[in-house]
């Protein structure tokens, strides 16, 4: 049910200096320890003797010297990094991220200008050489952890035990102590987010046996895992509005045009998104009482706001997390040594998808050679910043890791890549689970995503032309955004396109889109690469396809029913999407085929998510085995928000309990979705 169901409880502590001795002189701890020590010197011992071989001019390699270096990093280590530490913690933001780049680099500088037998000489040489030792020490780390992240974790618990005896000290306690702090006992709850990770995803990967942590708490009965269906629009940002605000209806996609600002908002823009926050904001979000909000793109009404889109500011002094991450040898150095890695792996996996002639597949250069080791960097980052959290007793933390989801969008959701990426994710959590021990309070642990993907050749690759083109073709009207709008914008989401008139100041029925284009509505229905077309007719929202409509008020289908190929919900999902606020004048979802539930998405990813159709509605929710479901199903991510609500009031989390009352109170009645089981007896 907890995040570390089978520890036992801690045993009280005895006080005095006696029983920190004791605690110090503990045979395990003496054995670790030594351990550690003997490792990194051997792990420096090894990196000194291949800089020095590969320095030019440099003859001497004696192993007495290089022992003597070793000594020497060591004790500038020790005094420098604190002190780096310190820096970084005032400087904060940017100023932490650049003085952490260099502090591991400023250590081996200082200890090779010491060196008594001065081999290395001149700033260039000493720099050259001391990127060199940074580099090989963060491979020959990750090689000795067997690609592990068992030294992450060493480093984590570290800042843990540092953070919760500054408190202590804060709180009136000993000034020293050799005694690590104990377990907390009050419950917290800890939500990770992972980004893009559709139900039958997921579950396939738990029965393939590739997700140890998530398996095991399934198959041990302590967790329980359901499907939970976003509807439309199948984003980040509107699944975040829901579960964060409970507000997803005041986010009709991932981009959008407000006809009475005239300004194109795009949700994950910082200015955009503090201007989004405060309309879905009522004061009472998820994260109000004492929360924390980490990688996400709302704050849930959080108390303390880390990396979050909506509140644009990189973690500040207060943030140890921050800040020991960046010092940590093991912390920011490594996580660029391991990203070059990782954009050498990118390269190597596009060329194969290349002379395979894997189909469907998109260009993976560009952007995405960056944002594939800057997503890894990130969950590194946001599991320090929980770690912190956790050691300063936050009642509730809710932290979006993105890896799987950036991958995915270019390889495809299933394809090997992203399956790795699902699989590092699934390490996190077990990381998580390694430190809870050290954390001030017994948390418990609840694993959702937002949106599923959906894979597919996209609309330019089927078709030859962009759907902005189809447009133009059909209107004479250019719809692209440079510095002026257009009169007639389109704004893509995956397959879900919204299409604006933008020189009028209300929403146009299907009457007046007719009398200023008259061949778009009908042209786009007829297009293959268009599922839907839905307008507001006389009698209220109507989804036309090439060979028929459906009224979504009343259900009145003339001709072929557009909506069956997406599904028993399309329906009630594209008439709740057209209460959205900024709904635009026509709303486009592409076609997908029956056989494969291919996509066509608008943007050029073959992973796609915005529309309906295949996986990318299919959202998933793990959740301890015991705690109760109020909702035989769950529709939306307002439902979700309902249910975590809920779930914090159960734990004493919320302050004023009857919220959750309220909110369960105001909730719409959900429809009986169904959804697939993992197995007889572990299913939600």
């Keep these: 049910m907890a995040i570390r169901p089978h520890e036992p409880p801690p045993a009280p502590q005895t006080r005095g200096w006696r029983a920190d001795v004791r605690a110090l002189l503990r045979w395990p701890r003496i054995r670790k320890r030594t351990r550690a020590v003997l490792r990194s010197a051997l792990v420096t011992f090894v990196v000194l003797t291949v800089t020095l071989w590969l320095m030019p001019g440099v003859k001497s390699t004696d192993v007495f010297n290089t022992l003597g270096l070793v000594v020497l990093v060591a004790v500038v280590g020790a005094v420098l990094r604190p002190l780096l530490l310190v820096g970084i913690g005032a400087l904060g933001g940017w100023g932490a991220m650049l003085l952490g780049v260099t502090a591991q680099v400023i250590v081996i500088v200082v200890a090779l200008e010491l060196d008594p037998a001065n081999r290395i000489s001149g700033l260039p040489s000493l720099f050259f050489a001391a990127v060199l030792a940074v580099i090989f020490a963060a491979i020959l780390d990750w090689m ?57 995803v997921l579950r396939w990967s738990i029965r393939a046996g590739n997700l140890p942590t998530l398996g095991y708490w399934l198959r041990s009965g302590s967790h329980s895992m359901r499907s939970w269906h976003t509807g439309l629009p199948s984003t980040t940002p509107a699944s975040q509005a829901g579960i964060l605000h409970g507000a997803s209806r005041q986010i009709p996609g991932f981009r959008w045009f407000e006809k009475e600002t005239g300004k194109l908002m795009v949700s994950n823009r910082p200015r955009d998104a503090a201007v989004i926050e405060p309309r879905l904001s009522d004061g009472r979000g998820l994260l109000r009482d004492g929360g924390v909000s980490i990688g996400n793109a709302f704050g849930g009404d959080a108390a303390i706001n880390l990396l979050t889109v909506s509140h644009a500011a990189l973690p500040g002094r207060s943030a140890r997390g921050w800040a020991a991450f960046m010092a940590s040898p093991y912390g920011f150095t490594r996580a660029i040594v391991l990203g070059i890695g990782e954009v050498i792996t990118e390269l190597h996996q596009a060329r194969l998808q290349r002379r395979r002639n894997l189909q469907p597949r998109v260009s993976r250069s560009g952007m995405f050679l960056a944002l594939r080791p800057a997503s890894m960097l990130l969950r590194d980052v946001n599991i320090s910043l929980v770690a912190e959290q956790m050691a300063r007793g936050a009642a509730a933390i809710y932290c979006d890791l993105v890896d799987y989801d950036e991958v995915a969008h270019h390889a495809g959701p299933a394809r090997p890549e992203s399956m790795r990426q699902l699989e590092s994710l699934d390490r996190m959590l077990g990381v998580l689970e390694r430190l809870a021990p050290e954390a001030a309070r017994h948390y418990h642990l609840v694993v959702l995503s937002d949106h599923g993907q959906s894979q597919g050749a996209t609309f330019r690759q089927r078709y030859g032309e962009t759907l902005e083109d189809v447009v133009s073709r059909l209107t004479g009207v250019s719809p692209r955004y440079d510095d002026a709008v257009p009169p007639l914008l389109v704004v893509n989401s995956g397959n879900l396109s919204l299409l604006y008139l933008t020189s009028y100041h209300h929403r146009l029925d299907r009457a007046e889109v007719d009398s200023v284009y008259p061949r778009l509505i009908s042209g786009l229905a007829a297009h293959p690469g268009v599922g839907l077309v839905v307008v507001r007719d006389e009698d209220g929202p109507v989804a036309i396809g090439a060979a028929g409509s459906h009224r979504l008020r009343d259900g009145v289908v003339q001709g072929v029913d557009p909506l069956l190929p997406y599904g028993p919900h399309a329906r009630h999902d594209v008439l709740r999407h057209q209460e959205s606020a900024h709904i635009a004048d026509l709303v486009l979802i592409s076609c997908v085929d029956p056989v494969t539930d291919e996509v066509a998405a608008f943007e050029e990813l073959v992973g796609s998510h915005g529309g309906l159709g295949g996986w990318q509605t299919e959202a998933v929710l793990v959740h301890p085995a015991r705690w109760p479901v109020t909702q035989p199903e769950f529709d939306g991510a307002d439902a979700v928000h309902r249910q975590l609500i809920e779930w914090l009031a159960m734990l004493g989390l919320r302050t004023d309990p009857a919220d959750a009352s309220e909110i369960l109170e105001a909730a719409e009645p959900i429809p009986d979705l169904g959804h697939p089981r993992l197995s007889r007896s572990r299913d939600g």
């Design 144 to 200: 000795a952890d067997s690609g592990s992240d068992d030294t992450f974790v060493r480093e984590a618990k570290r800042l843990m035990r540092s953070v919760r005896r500054r408190q202590a000290r804060q709180a009136g306690g000993p000034l020293v102590t050799l005694r690590r702090p104990r377990a907390g006992t009050e419950p917290g709850l800890i939500m990770v987010q992972l980004d893009g990770v559709s139900e039958p």
